[in-house]
């Protein structure tokens, strides 16, 4: 049985490479907006997509964040990640950089967006537990096929290490 989980992503960056990875066919994810429905969601404001974060971690099992160059800057990432951990939910960071975009282009690995969450009252970083996974390969079928075949149990991991967490 596939897992539900939540994707946490650079939506202008990496949407087409996200698309990929959820195409796998593996996990069921939240419904992924197209462009112009998050638009009319950021619109709305932050309540709004603070009640839109919320409602989609509902029934995830594990947030998987998919870490292309500039995820780690992104606020609402961050945000979803506390959200997630807070949760209970497991955490696991893959990198996504080398799948091509819809121009045929891959990109340069971003900064490790776990490292931006403070657990432990500040004294520790969430990467010190969670995982930021970079999958084998050199092009993007190879980095693909890696993500294909280990996604399921990366996620797995993710979930025993939040699962067996002592704050």
């Known amino acids: 049985m596939a897992r539900n989980v939540f994707f946490s992503f650079h939506y202008r960056n990496?949407?087409?490479r996200t698309q990929q990875v959820r195409n796998i066919g593996a996990?069921?994810?939240?419904k992924?907006?197209?462009?112009?429905?998050?638009?009319?969601?950021?619109?709305?404001?932050?309540?709004?997509?603070?009640?839109?974060?919320?409602?989609s971690l509902v029934g995830k099992s594990c947030l998987v964040v998919l870490v292309g160059s500039e995820t780690a800057s992104r606020p609402w990432v961050v945000k979803e990640i506390i959200k997630g951990w807070n949760a209970g939910k497991g955490v696991v960071a893959i990198r996504i950089n080398k799948l091509l975009d819809a121009n045929g282009n891959s990109s340069t690995a971003g900064a490790n967006p776990l490292d931006q969450v403070?657990?432990?009252?500040?004294?520790?970083?969430?990467?010190?537990y969670a995982q930021l996974i970079t999958p084998v390969g050199a092009d993007s079928k190879a980095v693909y096929a890696s993500i294909q075949a280990n996604i399921e149990q990366w996620i797995e991991d993710a979930i025993a290490i939040r699962n067996n967490y002592k704050p």
Not at 27 to 30: A, F, H, I, M, T
Not at 33 to 44: G, R
Not at 118 to 128: D, E, I, P, Q
């Open 14 to 16: 990496d949407f087409w």
């Open 27 to 30: 996990l069921d994810g939240q």
């Open 32 to 55: 992924l907006y197209t462009p112009n429905e998050w638009e009319e969601v950021k619109k709305k404001g932050s309540a709004a997509i603070e009640k839109w974060i919320d409602g």
């Open 118 to 128: 403070a657990l432990k009252n500040g004294t520790v970083s969430l990467s010190s």
